[in-house]
């Protein structure tokens, strides 16, 4: 069922570089990811819990080496807090679903869509791409 709660991985289950990222709040390499490039049309969801998070349609070319976003799919869906690690005054992005990790939002982003960048590490992401498989119930 669509509205069911997704049910986080427990924490042995994560592959280490998503467990690095998600829990213990590191960065991936830029320009490592696998969806630095990605092009598809779908949603991305939360690689640890499969939260809904992010909508290929928001997604544009940074040129930052990370997957960048204007928008998240749904602003409940993500936590944003202060974060001055680093000796940076940086706003965090994580799920709201599972606390999960995923990355900072910064304010360069493109001017006619809202000027914000969620710049997020692909390791927390999972694409669900659009027009595979059955897409509503109808
Ligand atoms: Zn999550």
Redesign the pocket.
Known sequence: MPNEK?K?KNDDELPEEVFRVARLGQTERPFTGKYVNEKAMGIYL?A??G?ELFSSETKFDSNTGWPSFTEPADPAKIKLETDNSSGMKRTAVS?Q??G?HLGHVFDDGPQDRGGKRYCINSVCLELKESGKGPTDDT
């Open positions: 997704p986080p939360c640890v819990c939260h799920c679903n599972c999960a």
